[in-house]
C-alpha cells in the first residue's frame, strides 16, 4: 500500500548525538526515507528503521555533493515514491539552514510538511563551554550572522555588529576570519575577547580564545577550521579558562 506523501524537516542539533529533541527522533523513527547533511550527526541514522532509505546529501565548502535545486526534488521525488521523508540539517532547520525554502518547495507540490526545531549552535556550542550570551552588567543583546552570504561575501552585519556592545555570533566565519579582525579592529575593539570553536559539543571539538587583535594567529597556529562558530564580546572572558587567566594575571599585577 503506497504511504501518503509528507516531508518532515527536523533540526539535529549542534552535533551531539543527545542533543536531537524528543520530537525529532520519533520522527526519525517513522522515517521511510532520510536525507542527512554534513552537519547532522550520523550516528542519529540508527534511529530510522533498518528499511529506511538514508542519503547523503550534504554540503561542505567548495564540496557540494547535490546542489540545492537537487536536494529540493530528491525530496519531493522520494515523498511521492516512499512516503515520510525526514529532511534531517544540523542544529535548527530555519537558522542558516535554508529549511524555509525547502519547506516552500515541498508544500508548492501540495505535500504535507511538518518542521521539528533544533537546539542551535549558536547557542548551544558557546553555552556548553560555559559562555553565556548575555549575562546581567555585561551585555544586553546578541548577534547570530552568517560570515558568508549566498554570493560568497562577508555580510554586511557583521561592520554593524562591531559598533555595538552585543555578543556577536559568527558561523560559517572562519575562511572571513581575517575580514572580521579586520571590522572590528576599525571598529575599535582590538582587545574585545574572542573564541573559535571547531565541532562543538562533540569529541573532536577544539578551541582558540584570545582578542581580536591576536586571534587569526592563534587560529593558524593551532590549525582550526570548519565547521566551528566565532564568539565575540566581553561574555568570552567568562569562560572558566579565562577565568583562571585573568585572576593570575591580577596575581601578578599584585
Excluded at 540508527?46 to 530528491?74: C, F, M, S, W
Excluded at 524555509?100 to 515541498?106: C, G, K, P, Q, S
Aim: aromatic content about 6%; overall charge neutral.
Amino acid at each position: 500500500m503506497k504511504r501518503q506523501a509528507k516531508i518532515t524537516l527536523v533540526g539535529a542539533g549542534p552535533g551531539d548525538p543527545e542533543l536531537i529533541t524528543v520530537k525529532g527522533l520519533k520522527a526519525l523513527q517513522a522515517a521511510d526515507v532520510v536525507l542527512y547533511d554534513a552537519l547532522s550527526n550520523p550516528a542519529l541514522l540508527v534511529e530510522a528503521p533498518t528499511t529506511t532509505i538514508k542519503i547523503y546529501v550534504g554540503k561542505r565548502a567548495n564540496n557540494h555533493r547535490y546542489t540545492q535545486d537537487e536536494i529540493n526534488l530528491l525530496m519531493v521525488q522520494h515523498a511521492f515514491t516512499y512516503g515520510h521523508v525526514v529532511r534531517l540539517k544540523g542544529g535548527d532547520p530555519f537558522i542558516f539552514g535554508r529549511g524555509h525554502e525547502e519547506l516552500v518547495y515541498a508544500e508548492s507540490f501540495g505535500i504535507e510538511t511538518a518542521v521539528v526545531p533544533g537546539i542551535s549552535s549558536c547557542i548551544a556550542v558557546p553555552e556548553l563551554q560555559g559562555i553565556p550570551l548575555t549575562r546581567r552588567g555585561v551585555n544586553e543583546s546578541f548577534w547570530v550572522i552568517t560570515g558568508t552570504t549566498s554570493s560568497g561575501e562577508i555580510s554586511k552585519d557583521i561592520t554593524l555588529a562591531a559598533q555595538s556592545s552585543a555578543t556577536v555570533v559568527i558561523l560559517m566565519g572562519t575562511r572571513k576570519l581575517t575580514q572580521i579582525v579586520d571590522i572590528f579592529t576599525r571598529a575599535g575593539q582590538a582587545n574585545t575577547p574572542v573564541m573559535v570553536i571547531q565541532n562543538g559539543s562533540t569529541p573532536k571539538e577544539r578551541l582558540v580564545h584570545g582578542v581580536i587583535s591576536n586571534i587569526h594567529q592563534k587560529v593558524q597556529q593551532a590549525g582550526l577550521g570548519a565547521p566551528a562558530i566565532i564568539v565575540i564580546g566581553a561574555v568570552v572572558d567568562l569562560h572558566p579558562e579565562r577565568q583562571e587567566e585573568l585572576a593570575a594575571l591580577i596575581k601578578n599585577y599584585k
